[in-house]
């Protein structure tokens, strides 16, 4: 069994229900595809704390962090939500300095949950290890 928690922006809030996530999650389908037939359960459905809000300098996202960090899922899928120009699907850096803090602690990043972008280069080493592996 693996534990998963997925990341999105709270401004997607006002338009998405996160029903594409879930559908993905529970269909295993795009980013969700590789795990197959393993069981997996969903740990957390995590917000980021807003635009220009970064880890160790906003107490309510530190404790959410903390949170994740206690459950220590094998992954931590980021929706595409998270990228700030569709476009080019670059990552918010408030949203590459929480994964970062989360890869520092060997807790696998997945760049998509019902889309897939590649994310920075920085983290995308563990995501294809993760693709690799099948997590
Ligand atoms: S930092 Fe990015 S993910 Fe977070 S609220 Fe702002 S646009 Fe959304
Ligand atoms: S990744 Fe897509 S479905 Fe999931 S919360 Fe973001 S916009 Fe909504």
């Known amino acids: 069994m693996k534990k998963i928690v997925i990341l999105t922006c709270p401004k997607s809030e006002d338009v998405c229900t996160g029903g594409g996530c879930f559908h993905a999650f529970n269909h295993r ?51 595409i939500c998270c990228c700030h120009d569709g476009r080019d699907r670059t990552l918010c850096p408030e949203v590459e300095a929480i994964c970062h803090t989360f890869k520092e602690r060997d807790i696998s990043i997945v760049f998509g949950t019902h889309s897939i972008f590649e994310g920075p280069e920085s983290l995308r080493e563990i995501e294809s290890k993760t693709d690799r592996e099948g997590v």
């Open 29 to 79: 389908t795009q980013r969700f595809a590789a795990y197959g037939e393993e069981e997996l359960e969903m740990e957390a459905f995590m917000k980021c704390s807003g635009c220009g809000h970064f880890p160790g300098k906003d107490k309510g996202l530190d404790e959410k962090i903390d949170y994740i960090l206690r459950i220590h899922p094998d992954a931590v899928h980021v929706g």
